[in-house]
Nanobody, 120 residues
Framework: QVHLVESGGGLVQAGGSLRLSCAAS????????MGWFRQAPGKEREFVAR??WSGQSAVYADSVEGRFTISRDYLQMNSLKPEDTAVYYC???????????????????WGQGTQVTVSS
């Protein structure tokens, strides 16, 4: 089993920055990829970014490309916009042969979520 705990959410003005952290414990040696997803009220959970556990091959959603940076341990969010407001979840998965890891069903482990609110 793998246990994920997010931290770092909060309230920030538009144009500001936040860093979300994701602490992984347990059988982390089995992990292949780390990802971040978000869910706004009334919307489906959507992909934000993912990176291989090795630290390589980062992939971003078009909506955050150039503003967010993912590492194995955190998600750095710059130039935040009101539309970035959501609950953010970190997630992890073992190797499954997928070429994507951009879909929530590809992830085995999830954190509890942390709220990010961006005011205009």
């Amino acid at each position: 089993q793998v246990h994920l705990v997010e931290s770092g959410g909060g309230l920030v003005q538009a144009g500001g920055s936040l860093r979300l952290s994701c602490a992984a414990s347990g059988r982390t040696g089995s992990l292949y990829v780390m990802g971040w997803f978000r869910q706004a009220p009334g919307k489906e959970r959507e992909f934000v970014a993912r990176i291989r556990w090795s630290g390589q091959s980062a992939v971003y959603a078009d909506s955050v490309e150039g503003r967010f940076t993912i590492s194995r341990d955190y998600l750095q969010m710059n130039s935040l916009k009101p539309e970035d407001t959501a609950v953010y979840y970190c997630a992890a998965a073992g190797y499954s042969g997928s070429s994507y890891y951009t879909r929530s069903y590809e992830y085995n482990y999830w954190g509890q979520g942390t709220q990010v609110t961006v005011s205009s």
